[in-house]
């Protein structure tokens, strides 16, 4: 069901307005810590999340590839500030690594650099994001950088690059936003490298000067483009939309052109789209579904509201159950 076209607008307001609460630090430390408030924020975040604990999301790993597709898994949390925490953060991702190891889950592991100090320094965000990339190399499992707003980017590609040149972590793998105009650039300097490439539209609060709208029919046409790009290079790759057209043009290249299912998947994030990468699985296109973990929800539950403001009402729902 869509929106009649001429509230789009303010559909088109109200998203950007939830997106720039996401990013409002002080919210968010008001909405996961006030004994008030935090219990409405758990209720609208279970339809999303996985749980609060290692423990949980390997459950529900275990639940996704009950289902036929592979997963990966997240640890939330962006912008730590605080160099001890940040390795603390990471003590709890190489946890997850280690659980996913000794159960020989099909599981990748996700993670923000900022979340692993990024912004305290980048040669911490790189030493942690190496540490846990080479434990999972040790498990033959790969890493998923994600990425960030766009003031962090340039960090983020850096520390990506270096992983694959200084340390030849070809098991590293990086998120790259298909709505920002510099991904016309940075999309052919990032396939020289051999890491999986994971496209999304993104859900980012980005100016219109740095990147297409949202709902635009412009990003939608830039979107199959790059990934008909990637999907013909033979580059490892995951298609990870829920823009169920996008989905059925992309499947049908796929099948026309043959392509080797070794070096693509379509990927779908937990309580959304299930019905959509279970009929692709079903298909026989390889799928992988996303779970994230952890208290620091609160970005992460806003920015998939805001992908689809009419999730507000069912937000509500949740809240009232």
Same mark, same amino acid.
């Given at each position: 069901m869509a929106f009649p076209s001429e509230w789009q607008p303010l559909v088109d307001q109200a998203a950007s307005k939830l997106r720039a609460l996401a990013l409002d630090e002080e919210a968010k430390e008001k909405f996961c810590n006030d004994p008030l408030l935090r219990p409405?924020?758990?209720?609208?975040?279970?339809?999303?999340?996985?749980?609060?604990?290692? =423990?949980?999301? *390997?459950?529900?790993? !275990?639940?996704i590839i009950g289902r036929g597709h592979a997963a990966s898994a997240e640890y939330m949390g962006e912008s730590v500030r605080?160099?001890?925490?940040?390795?603390?953060?990471?003590d709890v991702f190489l946890q997850l690594v280690l659980a996913i190891g000794q159960r020989n889950l099909n599981c990748s592991i996700s993670f923000d650099l900022s979340h692993l100090g990024s912004l305290?320094?980048? !040669? +911490?965000?790189?030493?942690?994001?190496?540490? @846990? $990339?080479?434990?999972? $190399? =040790?498990?033959?499992? =790969?890493?998923? @950088?994600? *990425? !960030?707003? $766009? %003031?962090?980017?340039d960090d983020i590609y850096a520390i990506y690059t270096r992983l694959h040149r200084e340390d030849d972590l070809r098991n590293v793998g990086i998120t790259v936003p298909a709505?920002?105009?510099r991904t016309a650039q940075d999309l052919p300097a990032l396939m020289k490298l051999p890491g999986r490439i994971r496209l999304v539209?993104?859900?980012? +609060? %980005?100016?219109? %000067?740095?990147? +297409? !709208?949202?709902n635009s029919p412009e990003l939608a046409s830039t979107y199959r483009?790059?990934?008909q790009e990637l999907l013909l290079s033979g580059h490892k790759c995951s298609i990870a939309t829920h823009d169920r057209s996008i989905q059925a043009d992309l499947s049908a290249l796929i099948l026309k052109e043959r392509i080797d299912p070794r070096w693509f998947e379509f990927e779908s994030l937990i309580g959304l789209g299930t019905e959509q990468i279970d009929d692709l699985q079903a298909r026989g296109f390889p799928?992988? =579904?996303?779970?994230v973990f952890g208290a620091e929800h609160f970005l992460y539950v806003l920015n998939r509201i805001a992908e689809e403001p009419m999730r507000v009402y069912q937000a509500i729902i949740d809240v009232m159950a």
């Open positions: 409405y924020m758990h209720k609208v975040s279970q339809r999303y999340v996985a749980g609060r604990t290692v =423990e949980d999301a *390997i459950q529900r790993v !275990e639940q605080d160099e001890g925490f940040a390795m603390s953060e990471t305290v320094d980048s !040669e +911490l965000g790189y030493r942690n994001a190496r540490r @846990i $990339a080479l434990a999972a $190399a =040790e498990i033959n499992r =790969e890493v998923m @950088i994600s *990425i !960030e707003g $766009a %003031d962090r980017v709505k920002r105009f539209k993104g859900a980012y +609060l %980005d100016g219109a %000067d740095i990147s +297409l !709208e949202r483009r790059y990934a799928t992988r =579904e996303y779970a």
